[in-house]
């Protein structure tokens, strides 16, 4: 009898698990940073939790939210974290997401303990227009994304009723992604016909044992200007416990390349460093320490 | 022996959630909103996470705290949130709470996915001098209630100190429910002294079968002028999964109305969506969307 | 086969436990207030949550992260909660920690449920130039301890790249601790060179059975001019549940004094009252309440 009740106890703890629940993770690092432009090297840290909630509907769709403790607010509003539903037909999701070409296309690898000005990444237009850079927030963005196989297919659109800012229409973008075994193709393409602006742009990842290339090319126009080009190539090599990035990128004639590598302690522990140059603004930084994930 | 440990650990994890301890839930929502006088309709979504303090003192009172993490910097200064202890005494609890007559009489049904403006809400002095409306802030308010039988009573004020804004005196309230059966009855008094001001407010909620009527009428007066009375009324009807909502209120004069249906999916996620009028703004307003509780 | 299912379930917890997690605590209170130089004695609460994170690496390095959700948005940048690794070599901490000063030597005990202005703490360098009070904030602080028998020595360095308010130098301090039986003894220095600042501080803790004695005295130099000396002195007496607090301080020639109790109600609740009287300002405040810690 005593088993027995044992038994019930775990069952319904398992219950409860496998019903809507909110879960903590996290994410901290401490550590040195020169920044661009720095005199003095400083010291850096932060520590992060975010909230996962998950749930299943009676015929099986799964639907949550996710945020971090230090956007809560932004979140109630619908301008941090995201919330979807997902199931056979796919996944809907809103929120301060990314554009579905950024989604599908995604970035090159970064380096450092703090992304050193997060330079790898390519320019999208979704988030100039719909996180700030032109002085707007129209988030919450919604996005829904079907896959089959190897292929994965989104769209994107930012809230058309932007109550922030000029009132430019929605930012619309799409994304398709393929996978086939160690390489990954995409294609991403966005426009916010108001403005006249519009950006498409390719992708590929690919994998050769422990090495991993990653490379984007873009093409945009911006308030009707054709502003050129933009391309982001990285390679990251990595054997045990260590892992060694390098990327390099002109993005509309600015140019700007990184090195970086970190070394896994195990249980969510790594040692990271990088170095990152911007050669048209003849800056450089680097940072050095160590980050956690909870 | 093996099984004994396991019997073992299984106690010792119940005496940890017998404890004082933090628990999470959370709420979600994601749809569409034409909000009063928009032009366009616009994506709407939130997340948010709630925290549960909770524990026991050596002679069986039960005390406890709650608070939303986006307002976890207002509650660290009692003004978002509520901490409680309760016994045989009855229940004293301080925060960002509602006044004692809001407490006992409520508000009849709302509608829609985001409330639309919470039109089917009557009009509380408490909120008025004590939560911004007049440029005050005077929480952490402090309520007293005490039940026996189907009889609930409810005192409570307003922060004696308030050091923001007018130097005006708390505002009293006294809320008075009994419950018999399917009907509850309940009587809200508020008086804030210092302004002239009072409020008068009975209120009924009753259940027939699937269907539900809420109804509440007041009578105010404010800065020393009969501002008139308000009643609000609504009914809903709910049968297996489907919830459906009506509601109308005339508020000093200003009228209003909303319809709204819900349809339970299981598991914390429902659809939502609801229509609401501001007659005496000739606006309206709908959403429509999913909403989700963990 | 059904208890090893059990057992197994079990042991996966326990490992998931012990792996790398974020936990949560809190804290919270309820009570009035009549604040220095308050016409109106007022009420009091205020409810918290603290993230703690910990996790291990492969070698048996600890690290983790801890600060509280109404902090997350400064924990995010370094300003608020803490981040650490300690092992066989000491502890390296980062973030919005004390001066290796106050670390060591400390504050006296105060009295009161909110600590009523905080009177029985001793003016530490690293807080007047590293934490706001001269519109600096150069946070992260790092700190590195080491601790070998009853001896514990710590080392701390402000931010040393100030990119806010004026660009002094970090301010260093040394903290030095020797506990022996019911005895401590400590030794503080810090220093700012820059603002030809310094401050030595030594502090004595004893404990009598139920009677414990806490003292500091401190002199110090700011922006070049001697200001003189700084002591506390506090005696706090607990019997079961009781406990009683008493201190007086004089700081650069400001006199205070405290009085205090608590009685605790098991479970984490405690009743908590405090008098404090500034008796350079000719100002006094008590405050009455429930303290909660979950």
Redesign the interface.
């Known amino acids: 009898m005593?088993?027995l009740l044992?038994?019930t106890?775990?069952l319904a703890l398992?219950a409860g698990f496998a019903?809507?629940?909110?879960t903590?993770?996290?994410d901290?690092?401490?550590g040195i940073?020169?920044?661009f432009g720095?005199?003095?090297?400083?010291?850096?840290?932060?520590?992060?939790?975010k909230?996962t909630?998950?749930?299943?509907?009676?015929?099986g769709?799964s639907?949550?939210?996710?945020?971090?403790?230090?956007n809560?607010?932004a979140?109630?509003?619908?301008n941090a974290?995201?919330?979807?539903?997902s199931g056979a037909f796919g996944k809907?999701t809103?929120?301060d997401i990314d554009g579905a070409a950024q989604q599908a296309v995604g970035n090159v690898d970064g380096v450092g303990l703090t992304g050193l000005g997060d330079l790898n990444e390519a320019v999208y237009l979704h988030n100039l227009f719909d996180e700030g850079a032109f002085g707007l927030n129209s988030d919450?963005?919604?996005a829904y994304e079907y896959s089959t196989g190897g292929f994965t297919g989104i769209i994107s659109v930012s809230?058309?009723?932007?109550?922030v800012g000029v009132d430019i229409d929605p930012t619309f973008a799409l994304g398709l992604k393929y996978v086939m075994g160690d390489y990954t193709f995409a294609l991403g393409y966005e426009d916010n016909n108001d403005s006249d602006s519009d950006h498409v742009i390719v992708g590929v990842n690919a994998t050769f044992g422990a090495f991993t290339v990653k490379a984007n090319y873009g093409q945009a126009t911006v308030f009707g200007v054709d502003v050129g080009d933009q391309w982001h190539l990285s390679g990251t090599y990595s054997a045990d416990a260590l892992s060694v990035t390098a990327f390099v990128v002109n993005e509309f004639d600015a140019e700007a390349y990184g090195l970086g590598a970190s070394y896994d302690?195990?249980?969510?522990?790594k040692v990271v460093g990088g170095y990152a140059r911007n050669d048209s603004a003849d800056t450089d930084a680097f940072d050095f320490g160590?980050s956690?994930?909870?």
Chains 1, 2, 3 share one sequence.
């Open positions: 005593k088993h044992v038994t106890t775990i398992s019903a809507a629940e909110v903590l993770s996290g901290a690092r401490m940073i020169n920044n720095d005199d003095d090297t400083g010291f850096t840290s932060r520590a992060r939790v909230f909630l998950s749930g299943e509907t009676d015929t769709l639907f949550g939210a996710s945020f971090r403790a230090d809560a607010s979140a109630s509003a619908g974290g995201e919330v979807f539903i809907l809103m929120g919450p963005t919604a809230n058309p009723d932007n109550l302690l195990g249980g969510g522990a160590l956690f994930s909870f």
